[in-house]
């Protein structure tokens, strides 16, 4: 294949495209872990495994239901919502009022253990076999020269909406603004008459929410199984680290760019040298700048 066949336009247009799709769930994802970081500073090693609830649940509701996919998708967010707010009242928060200073490092260990529990639960019931839906939604679109499957237009356009919702909801609601005064000053906000605590579990269920609403959109690229939720957590701590840790608009940047960067790679390269490039971007931002490509020095909150 010569080098003018690759470096055709529409080639290199639907390089882009797949590469937008599959960093719409490194966005998706790191959004919500960006969250949960810049406002707990809570490390969430378990939000891959909402990742993969999240795909459990689309695969309930598409295959035994037979309902449609706009119904998987909030019953994922809902569903991962409220498993949220009970692994942070009963877990994170007992650890935040009993373990004094030392809690974060609890809860980083506490996350850990809660991917293994859940991976492990997810094994003794489903099983192994890896259970997908062909296509959420069928048929082809026609842009220009290009040829654009619908539902890869659906995940792109349900990615835009749901974080645009996502930023005029932190922006103009009341619970927003709680959550960017907290961010800010825990303890100017509670002096505010704000309730911290939960402010804190309102945002581990939206953070949740947004990890189960990821794994339902792509459950046609990664079909649900147990640890499945490992690829994409793995890329969501990468673009929240490139994004600026507690920058939210950085991590869905940095998410969108990750999954650019793999596309082309694997097309022009091979297989594999998307994660060497991917490691050494981040060493390469951690280096020159530690505090993320879509930060300023002094970071950023939600």
């Not at 969250?35 to 809570?42: N, P, Q, S």
């Amino acid at each position: 294949m010569g080098i003018s066949v690759l470096l055709e336009p529409i080639i290199l247009a639907e390089i882009m495209l797949q590469g937008l799709v599959r960093g719409s769930m490194y966005a998706l994802m790191a959004c919500g872990l960006s969250l949960i970081f810049g406002l707990m500073g809570v490390k969430n090693f378990s939000h891959g495994e909402f990742f993969m609830l999240g795909a459990y649940v689309m695969f309930f509701v598409a295959v035994f239901m037979d309902a449609p996919f706009i119904l998987g998708i909030g019953a994922a967010a809902a569903v991962l919502f409220v498993f949220g707010v009970l692994v942070e009242r009963t877990l994170i928060a007992n650890l935040r009022r009993r373990a004094g200073r030392d809690w974060l490092l609890d809860a980083f260990v506490l996350t850990i253990g809660l991917m293994i529990v859940l991976q492990n639960l997810a094994l003794l019931t489903f099983g192994s076999t890896r259970r997908g839906v062909p296509q959420l939604v069928s048929g082809m679109t026609e842009i220009g020269p290009i040829f654009v499957t619908n539902e890869r237009l659906m995940i792109l356009g349900a990615s835009a909406l749901i974080v645009t919702m996502l930023g005029l909801f932190i922006r103009y609601t009341r619970m927003g603004k709680a959550i960017r005064a907290t961010g800010q000053d825990p303890e100017a906000a509670q002096t505010l008459g704000i309730d911290v605590n939960r402010v804190y579990t309102y945002t581990f269920g939206l953070g949740a929410a947004l990890a189960g609403i990821a794994g339902a959109l792509l459950i046609g690229i990664f079909p649900a199984y147990p640890t499945v939720g490992f690829h994409p957590v793995i890329k969501s701590i990468a673009a929240v680290i490139l994004g600026g840790l507690g920058n939210v608009p950085g991590a869905i940047a940095a998410g969108l760019l990750l999954g650019v960067i793999e596309a082309y790679t694997t097309f022009f390269l091979a297989s594999g040298w998307q994660h060497v490039i991917t490691a050494g971007l981040i060493v390469l931002v951690l280096i020159f700048r530690p505090y993320g490509l879509f930060s300023s020095a002094k970071g950023d909150r939600p």
